[in-house]
């Protein structure tokens, strides 16, 4: 295609510009990703190495180690090489932590400080004592790693998986016991995400696997990625160990505290519980099967009682797969299936299968190959009056039937809204008491999360459990108002399309007019693969709009809370807990009655724009489609009979129909 451009006539018209526009379109790399998530120990190192095959790529060990940043990992198209892209976190958000923990000395009573202490050490050693944050900003102290005083990504690049993954290590984990190492600095504090690229590997070729810390992270951009990668996850792994799968609250927390991130305000598909190290302490085949088929059991029946998962998926989303890694490779007791990892291979090879970056292309190729060859032959001929008619009738009622559920939906969302801020105006009261009065903490022991949560706009992420969020707290009545009509308006699942379907089911019917027309067949086949494509490209716009407009209520209430959180935090010294809570309420009473009908209102006013903005895309893009392929001509345009009888080969061969003969 790149060499069909360069064919092109120099002369610039609107013909010409809209073809060479509609090549370069055609570059594109959607990848489907893969959440991994489990505490430290489960494994879930290990399984990726088993389930891609590659025994030494990511750095596995005891739970003295775990992983601390996020590692991506995906196929290397460009070379043999393995390869690690390191992005760090912005200098001035290491810089500020510096500050706000050596700076300011009363910082020191945050439960995050022992974590910082770590940090110190990990990356300065002993050099840390007696320094100011100036003095630890030292160019000195990043000699190998001078690319994070640049703001730029550093690459690392081996031949073997081996190589790559020793020097990994120093990024990616943090070790909890072993203070001997020979490791001078350890770098994981200031990096946001590694991506790791395999060369000559099938199941990562549209397939992104992400091994996610638990709980998002204290620091602002590390924090800001992760939410938007688990968002952006089709499909999620919980890695847990078999002996603790149904009692371990750590991987029930996580899958939790994510669910509204991965359903309603995601894209999630498929929630995959993985049972790991089925093999343990079990020397006999019979026995292991049989904890296996109890383990899933047990764990399918604790997934149904989960309610605060269930608003947001169905028992139809889950999976339970028991698998040993050691098994697979060693193949002791069990056959390879029987480890279940060749299931979760089968899965991601599905994905890879299934996945249209391959199709669109082709398919999109043999549409401007069409119109190219159609626009060579016709030479000047006039205006298609006929057929640009049938068009515009057809454009103007699939236009109808597109708008129709999508006002429908408003009015629905509108209705469900209205019942939300009743509800949400009528509980606020009892929200805030049982947010500022935890029955898990008495006396002084809430002063110093409160201020937490006052300092940073309603939300605070501590140590241990789950994020405190006041914002969400408060939204949660709107947010639980909508959450059916939500998840039927905007389906994860890709075959049930938004809006009931209707933008998939939109159509200009250009194969009866192929009959009709014969004369201008290329031109509808163009046409074809423009509306095909229109629609791919919308389907995922509204995927990302959507999580947008489900996370509004709780941006938009922070918002209105944001004045009464810098009069909370201004409070100090003797009975500033009671001020810090008396000033929320105070607040929150005199906001309730604005503060709910503005969420509600900016709701609606992103669905109304999501609405337009589908509605003209689809109109804009179409009429330009039909009034330069059928109402304009090109001088010296190529013939292009070779090509596209090859692209339509290819095309009839990847959706199923016999290969033509040249």
């Known amino acids: 295609m790149s060499f069909v451009k360069k064919r092109l006539p120099a002369q ?33 190192s290990s399984l990726i190495n088993a389930v891609i095959g590659e025994k030494n790529l990511l750095p596995t060990g005891d739970v ?30 290491w810089k500020d932590e510096l500050f706000q923990f050596l700076g300011d000395k009363a910082d020191q009573e945050d439960d995050y400080y ?48 081996e190589k790559l993954s020793g020097t990994l290590v120093r990024f990616t984990r943090r070790d909890l016991e072993d203070r001997e190492s020979k490791v001078k600095r350890w770098y994981w504090p200031l ?67 994510a669910s509204s991130l991965m359903g309603n305000g995601g894209e999630c598909q498929h929630i995959h519980f993985i049972c790991a190290r089925s093999d343990v302490n079990l020397n006999d085949r019979e026995a292991i099967l049989k904890r296996n088929t109890k383990a ?17 998926f169905s028992d139809e989303y889950l999976k339970v797969f028991t698998v ?93 809204l209205s019942e939300g801020v009743e509800r949400s105006k009528r509980s606020c009261e009892s929200v805030l008491k049982s947010f500022l009065h935890p029955r898990n903490m008495k006396g002084g022991a809430f002063h110093k999360p409160l201020k937490c949560v006052v300092e940073n706009g309603g939300t605070h992420k501590p140590k241990k459990g789950k994020e405190m969020n006041l914002n969400g707290k408060l ?70 709009r959507k999580k947008t407009i489900y996370k509004s209520f709780t941006e938009t209430i922070g918002e209105n809370m944001q004045e009464g959180y810098s009069q909370a935090a201004g409070f100090c010294g003797e009975g500033s807990l009671k001020n810090m809570r008396d000033t929320i309420e105070k607040h929150v009473r005199a906001a309730k009655n604005i503060m709910f009908e503005k969420a509600k209102e900016k709701m609606l006013n992103q669905l109304r724009d999501l609405r337009e903005e589908i509605l003209e895309k689809l109109k804009k893009t179409m009429q330009e489609s039909i009034e330069l392929s059928l109402n304009t001509y090109g001088d010296s345009i190529p013939d292009v009979t070779v090509e596209l009888q090859m692209v339509k080969s290819h095309n009839n061969e990847l959706k199923g129909s016999p290969k033509e003969e040249p």
């Not at 014969?518 to 046409?527: A, G, H, S, T």
């Open 296 to 312: 899933k059991k047990v764990v399918s029946e604790q997934f149904s009682q989960q309610e605060t998962i269930k608003k947001q």
């Open 12 to 44: 610039e018209n609107n013909l010409n510009r809209f073809l060479k526009v509609k090549i370069d379109d055609l570059e594109t790399d959607k990848r489907e990703l893969v959440g991994v998530f489990g505490r430290t120990g489960a494994g879930k």
């Open 114 to 161: 022992p974590d910082f202490v770590e940090k110190l050490s990990a990356l300065y050693g002993e050099e840390k004592e007696n320094k100011t944050s100036e003095m630890l900003m030292e160019k000195k102290y990043f000699k190998e790693i001078p690319e994070f005083l640049e703001n730029k990504k550093k690459i690392l690049t081996y031949e073997s998986a």
């Open 324 to 416: 040993t890694s050691n098994e697979f490779l060693e193949k002791k007791l069990l056959n390879p299936d029987e480890t279940e990892i060749p299931k979760l291979k089968e899965f991601l090879q599905k994905l890879n299968d299934c996945h249209s970056e391959t199709v669109n292309y082709v398919s999109g190729a043999h549409g401007i190959l069409s119109l190219i060859q159609g626009a060579s032959r016709r030479k000047g001929a006039g205006k298609n009056t006929d057929v640009c008619t049938d068009l515009d009738k057809k454009m103007k009622d699939e236009l109808d039937k597109v708008r129709k559920p999508m006002e429908e939906a408003y009015v629905a969302f509108e209705k469900c």
């Open 64 to 93: 003295s180690a775990c992983t601390s940043v996020m590692i991506k990992v995906e196929a290397n198209k460009q070379n043999k090489t393995y390869q690690a892209d390191i992005e760090f976190i912005p200098n001035e958000e």
């Open 475 to 544: 939204a949660s009545c709107l947010t639980d108002s909508i959450d059916e009509e939500f998840k039927k308006t905007f389906p994860n699942e890709r075959k049930c399309g938004p809006f009931n379907n209707v933008i998939n089911t939109f159509s200009l019917d250009t194969k009866s007019l192929i009959e009709k027309y014969k004369d201008v067949e290329l031109q509808l086949i163009f046409l074809k693969t423009e509306e095909d494509k229109i629609k791919t490209e919308l389907n995922k716009m509204i995927r990302e």
């Open 191 to 257: 990096v946001k995400c590694v991506t790791v690229r395999v060369p000559k590997n099938d199941l990562l070729q549209h397939v992104t696997l992400v091994d996610l810390p638990g709980n998002g992270d204290r620091n602002q951009s590390r924090d800001k990625m992760w939410k938007q990668l688990v968002g952006s996850c089709s499909t999620v792994w919980i890695v847990t160990d078999i002996e603790r799968a149904a009692a371990e609250t750590e991987a029930w927390e996580i899958l939790e505290n």
